[in-house]
């Protein structure tokens, strides 16, 4: 009874996961604490999920990330290598991209790759942005620190009293499945659509500009006084005044006679500024004015304006800047700008401030497509010395000289006395949220195995595939961590197959490894649908992406990775 309830509950947390609506952070909470107050899992148990030390290696990879990602490095050998006819320019950067990723960090690759692919002439944007995203993928799937995912399952591993997952275990099975799936990627790539990202396009379209005419009645008050606030779907957004750029306008901003006054927002809403006395219209051609201060960006994943609007965190304070489009994919958001509730991936179209670069929180709620970089870069000391660094840490750890966690921690310990990694940094950039949702599935994958509700989705498996034995239960679980991976997290997906996984192995009797090991290739098979996946949602809005370009180049892509997945995994680690 006990086992049904508790496969009863992880239904509905599917259901929520899916639904979007609530973040995966306060679910997997929510539910870690209530199986703990059910009496399904003791203090003790609930509070060393959270300080499981493959948990910890991973807190520290993303960490060090922090200062990989700014070298100068990965935009040099990216610029380098979009040249050249489409097909062989996604293969080599797809090889590139999956290179990185097998020892970085693949939201940061990607991260890091992605404004200059961007900014690119050589090729459309939007054939090579899908192939960056799935290139990261591959690679990390490749080695132990590729991806956050693979250290995920490895904290199962380790909490389940099993031996560790070693640095290049994945990589027996993972480097064939990369090089099948960049070659597929690269034929296919063709089916993508070759659009360029056109900022005076969707500069043209969200902005209207005024003039405040010699005698006008609005010149000598202020913006408050004009009741130029509030309007229907439009929002005063710069004066130009003299030559120079006043951004963002106050409610306190007196306007002159001459200053040009630039909207953004519904621009068919023109009907609305009739109301005011002696303002010249022009149409829309702001965007030399623009062009100078314009930045895009995309919103991440762990960005605090998800599910919120401009108006609720005041966007305009919190980053010295005024929005003047968004995207979503090829979609662009009309209505009031402000009252449109942001989601990951989305591009924004922002007019800086002076200040802007300053804020701190940009690097936490965006990644740069275009403008000047949010974070300086590293010098070309920096950036040997520290690439230098994490190769020995790796390499030490490999070969059984020093521990991953050792390592990194020594590592990071040299980063911050350095100055190339700063306290404030880390405390701005620390994955809580991760920790969270990681140490809460821990719990949750316990109490899923010790309830026995684990072992009824493994009898439901092997029922299904009845007749193939092994082969049956393990193909299973692998299409139900596939399936789980394209509908919510990836990370998500880990902590509810391990447990299935682990305890179809002990029901057949077998070595737990090779189902261990294909729940961290499905947990990060998910090539049809963007919108589990960070990195796609990365690229979405950038490349002006539907749907459907997902599907229609991730589907040969998904079944390659999934046929040389299903067959090399038992080949280099049999079940018996």
Known sequence: ????????????????????????????????????????????????????????????????????????????????????????AVLRLSGLTAMLSAFLNNTAVVGALLGVVARQKFISPSRLLIPL????????????VGTSTNLVVNSF??????????????????????????????????????HDVDVREAIQRYVLEARVMEGSPLAGKTIEENRMRGLEGL???????????????????????????????????????????????????AESLLRSNLVEVVVVGESELINKTLRQVDFRTMFDAGVVGIRRGEQQIGGQLGRVQIRAGDCLL???????????????????????????????????????????????????????????????????????????EVRRRFPFELVLIIGSALTVARVLESSGAAQLVADAIQFVFSGYGVWGAFVGVYLLTLLLSEIVTNNAAAAL?????LAAARAFGVDPTPFILIVCYG???????????????????????????????????SLTY????????????PFN
């Open 497 to 501: 197959a391990f447990p299935i996984g």
């Open 235 to 285: 929002f005063l957004l710069q004066i130009e005044r003299q030559g120079h750029l006043i951004s963002p306008v106050g409610p306190d901003e007196m306007l002159e006679e001459g200053d040009l006054l630039i909207f953004t927002g519904e621009v068919d809403k023109v009907s609305s500024l009739r109301q005011f006395a002696g303002l010249q219209f022009f149409g829309n051609g």
């Open 133 to 144: 995203s799935y290139a990261s993928v591959l690679g990390g799937v490749t080695t132990l």
């Open 157 to 194: 591993v380790v909490e389940a009293g099993l031996p560790p997952i070693q640095m290049f275990d994945l990589a027996w099975a993972g480097v064939p499945i990369a090089l099948g799936c960049i070659v597929v990627l690269a034929l296919s790539s063709r089916l993508l659509p070759a």
């Open 1 to 88: 009874m006990t086992a049904t309830l508790v496969l009863l509950s992880i239904g509905v947390l599917l259901v929520l996961l899916i639904s979007g609506r609530v973040a995966p952070a306060p679910l997997f909470v929510s539910w870690a604490v209530g199986f703990h107050l059910l009496g399904l899992v003791d203090q003790r148990a609930l509070l060393g999920s959270y300080t499981n030390s493959a948990l910890a290696t991973l807190v520290l990879l993303l960490l060090v990330s922090l200062a990989l990602e700014r070298s100068p490095l990965l935009d040099r050998l990216s610029a380098t290598l979009l040249k050249g006819r489409p097909g062989f």
């Open 350 to 424: 922002l007019a800086v401030g002076n200040d802007f670069a300053q804020h701190r929180n940009l690097d936490r709620n965006f990644v740069l497509v275009s403008g000047a970089p949010i974070r300086p870069r590293l010098t070309a000391l920096q950036s040997r010395v520290t690439l230098s660094g994490f190769a020995a840490v790796v390499l030490f750890a490999t070969l059984g000289w020093l521990p991953l966690f050792s390592g990194l921690l020594l590592f990071a310990g040299g980063l911050l006395l350095s100055g190339v990694l700063t306290f404030g």
């Open 562 to 573: 999934s046929l040389i997945a299903l067959v090399t995994v038992p080949f280099f680690f």
């Open 523 to 557: 947990a990060s098979a998910c090539f049809m649908i963007p919108f589990g996946y960070q990195t796609h949602l990365m690229v979405f809005s950038p490349g002006r992406y539907k749907v459907l370009d997902f599907v229609r180049v991730g589907a040969p892509v």
